[in-house]
């Protein structure tokens, strides 16, 4: 379970300056890039790539600075009209779009040929339909760049008394979201026949990668054996290293 889509609405109306002041710090700036740039790695611009919760749209900004063509979809109308006011004073070509992503996403089958979905998918209540319709826009080879919070103390560290404050809200209340580790975020992926690439356990978060099979028929996970993933058997998934987006949000 998980609070209701009007609370986060509420919550993150009132928050949607914080967070563009949040992601303009500079060892923010340098996160929003490296995970820029772990998606242009693997999508080729110009995309079409989707942000997903997108907030303040530093990412798909940061994207859209590259080239590629980014829609950045949010439910909270102040974060759609912050990322599109940004988009504007900065001279950057991006579309944001108010939509909750817990309800059907409003791309083409195989349309997309990248998305990202940062920090959003522990607010959803149901995250396996939300893979689900990823997986149904993505076009084959296109991939997803996926965080979610992990329960650990990072975030009940921040300098800051109200980051601090909603973090421990976060932890302390149950059923307000829902954490993820370096086994469940891939299961979860997996299960919606996505191939997971590559997963990281960083400070506060855990990072998935992962593709769309080019066969639409045959199921992604055959294509790259999972369990060595889930036993944390390749470089990053045992969370002894920050991963290259282990970003504090
Ligand atoms: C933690 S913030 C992250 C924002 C952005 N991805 C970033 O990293 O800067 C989570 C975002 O998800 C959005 N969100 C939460 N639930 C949502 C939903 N059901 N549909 C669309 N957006 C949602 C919030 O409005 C908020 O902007």
Redesign the pocket.
């Known amino acids: 379970m998980t609070a209701p889509?009007w609370f986060?609405?509420f919550m993150?109306?009132r928050e949607?300056a914080a967070?563009e002041r949040r992601?303009d710090e500079p060892g923010q700036r340098e996160l929003?890039k490296r995970i820029a740039d772990e998606l242009a790695n693997v999508v080729a611009p110009p995309g079409p790539v989707a942000?997903?919760?997108?907030?303040?749209?530093?990412?798909a900004l940061a994207l859209a600075r590259r080239g590629y063509d980014v829609i950045g979809?949010?439910?909270?109308p102040r974060?759609v009209e912050v990322a599109r006011a940004r988009a504007a004073r900065d001279k950057v070509d991006a579309t944001f779009d108010v939509?909750?992503?817990?309800a059907p996403l409003l791309f083409a089958d195989a349309s997309l040929g990248g998305v990202?979905?940062?920090?959003?998918v522990q607010?959803?209540p149901h995250p396996a339909a939300f893979i689900a319709e990823i997986r149904r826009c993505l076009r084959p080879g296109g991939h997803l760049l996926i965080?979610a919070p992990a329960r650990d103390s990072t975030s009940l560290t921040s300098r800051n008394l109200y980051w601090r404050l909603r973090a421990a809200c976060y932890q302390l209340v149950p059923g307000v979201v829902r954490f993820y580790d370096t086994n469940s975020l891939p299961r979860l992926v997996e299960d919606q026949g996505l191939t997971v690439v590559e997963c990281n356990g960083g400070p506060g978060r855990v990072s998935v990668l992962a593709r769309a099979c080019r066969d639409r028929v045959r199921p992604c996970s055959s294509e790259v054996p999972s369990k060595g993933l889930r036993n944390g058997t390749r470089a990053g998934m045992d969370g002894s290293r920050p991963g290259p987006f282990g970003?504090s949000?």
Do not use: E, K, Q
């Not at 939509?99 to 817990?102: G, K, P, Q, R, Y």
């Not at 990202?116 to 959003?120: F, H, M």
């Open positions: 889509h986060f609405r993150y109306d949607s967070w992601r929003v942000d997903l919760g997108c907030g303040p749209g530093a990412h979809v949010d439910g909270s974060m939509h909750d992503v817990s990202l979905a940062i920090l959003v607010h959803l965080t970003i949000g």
